[in-house]
């Protein structure tokens, strides 16, 4: 995993260098910035416009009850899109411009959600009962305590004969 991690810090810079290049000798240098300054600020009003519709879907989903798992991960490959697009190169905005599909984005945010499963006796998201308020378990008894040592109790009772 390591390995491939770091073959793709290596490998995707160098295809972003070879891009950058040759779209350079084709359109000229000017036209090649001018367009990966174009990319980073269009990709970044349409990540801000679809990460406010994502953040009143996931204040919807919390007022329903329900967990926003999927407005969630639809939220972090918003801001995953936002990364790409602000990396200067034609691949990264390529992939930025992918995840700004949303139903792209919901398709694997779905096939994430499939492979991970959280599940927990009447526990629904964060700790919250399905039967709602916070959930309950029977073995747990309330009350109080006090811890007391030896010393404090010979104390106590020295206190206590003088008194008398």
């Excluded at 240098?29 to 367009?35: M, R, V």
């Excluded at 991970?116 to 009962?129: E, I």
């Excluded at 916070?134 to 030896?150: H, P």
């Amino acid at each position: 995993m390591a390995g491939r991690l770091l073959l793709l810090f290596i490998i995707i810079p160098i295809i972003e260098l070879f891009l950058l290049i040759k779209i350079g000798g084709l359109i000229g240098l000017f036209p090649t910035i001018a367009l990966v300054i174009l990319t980073a600020v269009i990709g970044s009003q349409l990540v801000r416009r679809q990460g406010i519709e994502v953040m009143s879907r996931i204040r919807a989903a919390q007022a329903r009850g329900e967990a926003p798992a999927l407005a969630m991960i639809d939220g972090a490959a918003l801001l995953l899109a936002g990364f790409f697009l602000l990396t200067p190169g034609f691949l990264s905005d390529a992939l930025g411009f992918l995840l700004l599909v949303p139903r792209l984005r919901q398709r694997v945010a779905r096939a994430l959600i499939s492979r991970v499963v959280v599940m927990a006796p009447n526990m629904g998201a964060a700790g919250f009962s399905t039967r709602g308020g916070f959930a309950d378990n029977d073995d747990t008894i309330e009350g109080e305590y006090q811890r007391k040592s030896e010393h404090a109790e010979r104390d106590a009772d020295r206190i206590t004969r003088r008194d008398q």
